[in-house]
């Protein structure tokens, strides 16, 4: 999977019809193989664009900032992201007009140890749900497999399991970076970053920072797409992934198979109801 | 020496966590949530009805079961609550049409993801209430204070104090 040339290329043709202001897509670090998300203001440079197995990031965090907020952009998206994208149009943070999307039909990115990612094994949406120009073949959509990650866990008894989340959350130094990594947490002023409210506070201690991960949790149940910006961004390497797929197992298996993003104008599973919901759990 | 024997004889093992004792003379804080139209009133009605209820149940008022943060829940869980009762309409009896709906399936998301994290399932219960169940209430309340006795206090991810 290297669609380098293709991209560059077309980014400079973007450029020079002035379709796009900015370019948004990945360069390849100076020191290792590893790439980093990259803003391309200008054309000459567009020469250093790379996509490859290696293009892990999702830059669809970048359309919300103040860099491209309100300007013409063009961006790459994979698969994942291309859902995140479907969001954000959805919620109306950005533009339709405003974007020139390329799609990348994607075979599944690698981490720093060139090993497949566990999320891309695990991957239902390969090809890109929204796009304007497409890259490789249109792959169909896979079935729905519960996380290898989460099972281990659902088979530990209540005491290991509350053990296993009360060292991750120690062990959380609030900085913050899941929240600013996701693209899909794009609001000015959060909700955790109060200092005194009623719920939360910025004091680091285990429950606080349990708190403060559970609200951005549930503030993604049914929005979450899966892209794991937040674990790269964790410099504490928590598995933050885990309850994620947790609430996406749950709303998956019982609200009429809901997946994120995977359809235009489709909102987060809690914007809807059935009248057919499962409620055997209450009294 | 005699006084710590007595006790521990008297604990019994609780039922999240066979290792932690409970005081069988524990009385635990549940935190009731109770939606404005039906089951507030439905409370009431026991109240007025003269039916008896065990007292620790601590009610919040909310105009709908869907204005629950779900992070209400974990707050309350967090803070004093060793258990957590979301009552409200009866789906289809909603004030707001259709505000229960919404919040029948934020309850399973966060039920399900609280006992994935290592939250007893009987910690938070959920139960539709009308304002003409004054029993069924006082049932309820008796249930869940039953069911959270027999886990014993909660200890996680409790609100340390600081210094």
Known sequence: MNYSKQIQDIAVRLFTENKIDVFVGYRKNVGDDN??????KNPALCDKLVFTEKSTHNLTNYLTNETTKSKKVGLVVKGCDSRSLNLLLTEGQVKRDNLYIIGVSCDGCVDEKNEKEARCIACVMQSPVIYNEMLGIEKEKKTYTIDADLLKLKHMSLTERADFFTEMFSNCIRCNACRQSCPLC????????????????????????????????????????????????????????????????????????????MYEKDRGAFYKYNLSDPDDFIM | MAETKVKEQNTVASVENPELPVDPNWE???????????????????????????????????????????????????????????????????????????????????????????????????????AAEGAKFAQVVTKVCNDVKALGPLHRFKKEDIK
């Open chain 1, 186 to 261: 794009y609001c000015d002023k959060c909700v955790i970053d109060q200092d005194s409210s009623l719920y939360h506070n910025g004091a680091n201690t285990t429950s606080n920072a349990g708190m403060a991960l559970m609200t951005w949790y549930l503030h993604l149940a049914g929005r979450c797409v899966d892209c794991r910006n937040c674990e790269r961004a964790c410099p504490q390497n928590l598995p933050l992934h885990l309850l994620h797929k947790q609430n996406e197992m749950v709303i998956y298996e019982n609200f009429q198979n809901h997946q994120a993003g």
């Open chain 1, 35 to 40: 790439q980093t998300p990259f803003i391309f």
């Open chain 2, 28 to 130: 635990p804080v549940i935190v009731g949530i109770l939606c404005n139209w039906c089951s507030y009133a439905g409370s009431d009605l026991t109240g007025t009805s003269r039916i008896q209820y065990p007292p620790n149940i601590r009610i919040i008022r909310v105009p709908c079961t869907s204005r629950i943060d779900p992070v209400m829940i974990v707050k309350a869980l967090q803070t004093t609550g060793d258990g957590v009762l979301v009552s409200g309409c009866h789906p289809g009896d909603c004030h707001y049409i259709t505000g229960n709906y919404f919040s029948r399936r934020r309850f399973l998301v966060v039920k399900q993801m609280l006992w994935t994290m290592g939250y007893h399932e009987n910690r938070v219960q959920f139960s539709w209430v009308s």
